[in-house]
């Protein structure tokens, strides 16, 4: 199905876009492997969940996107928000701590949010930001608009109780959310097979009366082709969908385990980077004339001159201020008991 | 003055508030076509239509994050929970969500949400219906919790309670549903974290909130008969706790009782009991006593039930023991 959908998209390639998808997953790639770096030098502390491999997850469905839609997701964040365009300083910054990250190095790798951008943020606890999507989706349908909440998780997410709950209320309540299952094929060290009755996931949206679908998440041309049709259901019709998308990750979980060996086999491993993601866009762009060598490598050095910014920047901020220890704990509502009311939209 | 039940001054609070601001719904279990479990909720669906009174299925942790979701995109969300007993399903988005997202998003996502229901017994519900949660709700930074104990009380606070910007934790009683007090037509709000001086005395302070407020005014009432006056220090809010208050009283009168409905440990009146400890030691004539819930989960048997509570009688006892009568 997905090889079908990519023939498809290929017939209609498009240079420009195609320039634009791999300069995002590029500086994905690019930004994380030096987030790597500054994990090993100590300049990123706590849990830091790499996102490598699975750049077309991002790219593709983020690349349909209005500016007025929300996007919620994971603490494994650092792809989608700058697949969303936050300022790779700004992401860095938070990484390291430092006063200009973009929640003020209060949150650090797993809780990118940005307002500006409906960016909700990295949550942290294994299916709690999945309920909070359904709510945006609440809030959408609420107003009367027409945007569309993204709410990204892995596939261990589906065995939890908040995953359960959100979606049968969006499904009872036809609310224009895409729940996209990043499927990478294991929790943690846990694979699918070993934690899920069923396996193929998408599926499960039949439990909730939810429309679903399947792709290969390598294929960025695939997820778009998934995404937007999810993504249209949701702005014209207000309804939900459960997308699976199949990827698979080439780093370890977190920072602190063997990349394979343990609950993965090495030669699994090396199968799937067959399949990179900025690979194979790479190499559709060579065969359609879109991509030279040098244009190729010179957009590799642009990514890699962000990132050493953004790694400058960051390392140049300050740290936060003791004084920002107290603050935003709580909003200052002392004002707000005498204000004028507000219209929902 | 009007007298009306503390259930119809909550349903006064919830419907001005929603006729004040468009982005205010109210979420829960039975609140719509039931019209509220202990109808709190009457008539508002007929006031306001099904996208603003919504049914959810039995899943608390579900529209918990529902609301959560709401609040940071905007809206101002009133969750009820049948019973905070069942908000433990839910407490995950209260306290890794609700009270956590300001913070972790530097400042950027407030959640304007109000979580409400009741708390603590009733009678003979036994172990998993009779529980108090206003120590577990105000350990953690990030919400603020609050504990009305007559109409007048619950009307002000919970209209304040949905004007804030931040997460609340509303705590009612469903034995003070049909409570009745004075509650004046025109509108007002009472501020939180200001705690209410119910009665004035000089012999003791009794340091309480909530549904245990009654039971220290009857109390009181009692020990008046006999010429000992106490103060009655209704904290209202237990976070934040308005510590000048208590400061104020047991400065007063030399001695305190702190009275609430929950289990001992790590409970309400060890914070207050510490206030007292760092803020008046030089002036305390006595230690001060604790009074609460029996350390058991609630039995049953009536007998059993209202040994474990916490009542009038053993709050006399109490002050009589701070002030070395018996």
Redo the contacts between chains.
């Keep these: 199905m997905a090889k079908k959908k990519s023939d498809q998209s290929k017939s209609a390639s498009d240079p420009t876009l195609n320039l634009d998808l791999l300069r995002s997953m590029l500086l994905q790639r690019r930004f994380e492997e030096r987030c790597a770096e500054a994990y090993a030098l100590g300049k990123i502390g706590g849990f830091c969940h790499l996102y490598i491999g699975q750049e077309a997850v991002s790219t593709g469905t983020l690349s349909l996107l209005r500016p007025d839609d929300?996007i919620?997701t994971t603490y494994r964040d650092h792809g989608q928000a700058l697949a969303r365009g936050m300022a790779p300083r700004s992401v860095m910054a938070e990484l390291f701590g430092r006063i200009d990250?973009?929640?003020?190095?209060?949150?650090g790798s797993m809780?990118m949010?940005?307002?500006s951008l409906?960016f909700?943020?990295g949550?942290?606890?294994v299916g709690?930001?999945?309920?909070?999507?359904?709510?945006?989706?609440?809030?959408?349908?609420?107003r009367g608009g027409d945007q569309v909440c993204i709410c990204f998780m892995g596939e261990s997410v589906v065995n939890t109780?908040?995953f359960h709950?959100?979606l049968?209320?969006a499904g009872?309540w036809k609310l224009p959310v895409v729940y996209v299952i990043e499927n990478n094929r294991y929790g943690m060290g846990t694979a699918l097979e070993r934690a899920s009755a069923i396996h193929d996931i998408f599926e499960r949206g039949a439990s909730y009366n939810i429309p679903r679908a399947v792709c290969d998440g390598q294929d960025v041309f695939a997820v778009r082709t998934a995404a937007q049709e999810a993504i249209d259901r949701a702005r014209t019709d207000s309804l939900p969908t459960l997308l699976e998308v199949r990827t698979y990750r080439f780093m370890g979980h977190s920072m602190s385990d063997a990349v394979s060996g343990t609950y993965r086999t090495k030669a699994e491993l090396d199968e799937y980077m067959k399949r990179d993601p900025i690979a194979l866009l790479r190499v559709h762009m060579h065969e359609n004339n879109e991509l030279s060598d040098e244009d190729l490598q010179k957009l590799d050095e642009e990514m890699k001159a962000v990132c050493q910014d953004a790694w400058d920047f960051a390392d140049k901020s300050p740290e936060p201020p003791l004084e920002a220890l107290f603050?935003?704990?709580?909003?200052d509502?002392t004002s707000?008991?005498t204000?004028e009311?507000?219209?929902?939209? | 003055m009007p007298v009306i039940t503390y259930r119809d001054a909550l349903n006064q609070a919830l419907r001005e508030e929603m006729q004040r601001d468009d982005r205010v719904f109210l979420m829960g279990e039975e609140v719509a076509v039931y019209q509220g479990a202990y109808k709190v909720s009457k008539g508002l669906l007929q006031e306001f239509g099904e996208m603003r009174v919504v049914d959810t299925p039995i899943t608390e942790l579900g529209f918990a994050g529902v609301g959560v979701g709401a609040a940071m995109v905007g809206l101002r969300p009133i969750i009820e929970f049948m019973t905070w007993n069942f908000a433990v399903l839910a407490l995950d988005q209260v306290l890794n969500s609700a009270s956590k997202l300001l913070y972790m998003s530097g400042g950027q996502f407030n959640v304007p949400i109000v979580f409400r229901g009741p708390n603590g017994a009733a009678l003979q519900l036994s172990a998993q219906h009779s529980q108090s949660f206003e120590s577990w709700l105000a350990h953690m930074p990030g919400v603020k919790v609050l504990t009305p104990g007559t109409p007048y009380d619950a009307k002000g606070l919970l209209k304040s309670a949905i004007r804030d910007d931040n997460p609340v934790c509303f705590l009612e009683g469903e034995m003070l549903y049909n409570t009745k007090g004075e509650v004046p037509e025109e509108e007002y709000l009472i501020p939180i974290g200001k705690a209410d001086l119910k009665r004035e005395g000089d012999a003791c302070s009794i340091i309480t909130s909530g549904k245990m407020a009654l039971v220290a005014m009857q109390a009181a009432d009692q020990l008046a008969k006999d010429g000992i006056h106490v103060d009655v220090v209704d904290l209202r809010t237990v976070r934040p706790m308005d510590v000048e208050a208590i400061k104020t009283s047991v400065e007063k009168t030399n001695r305190a009782v702190v009275l609430e409905e929950g289990w001992e440990i790590c409970g309400i009146g060890t914070q207050v009991v510490d206030y007292i400890q760092r803020d008046c030691f030089d002036v305390l004539d006595a230690p001060v006593i604790r009074v609460h819930q029996a350390d058991v989960p609630m039995p049953y048997a009536k007998n059993l039930e209202r040994a474990a509570k916490p009542d009038a009688a053993k709050t006399i006892a109490a002050i009589r023991k701070v002030m070395y009568l018996d």
Excluded at chain 1, 101 to 107: E, I
Excluded at chain 1, 128 to 142: D, E, N, S
Excluded at chain 1, 327 to 331: C, G, I, K, S
Aim: with cysteine; net charge negative.
């Design positions: 929300y919620i990250g973009c929640a003020r190095g209060k949150g809780h949010f940005d307002k409906n909700l943020g949550h942290g606890i709690a930001h999945v309920p909070l999507a359904t709510g945006v989706g609440f809030a959408i349908k609420y109780g908040a709950e959100a049968n209320m009872l603050e935003d704990v709580l909003v509502t707000d008991a204000a009311p507000v219209a929902a939209d």
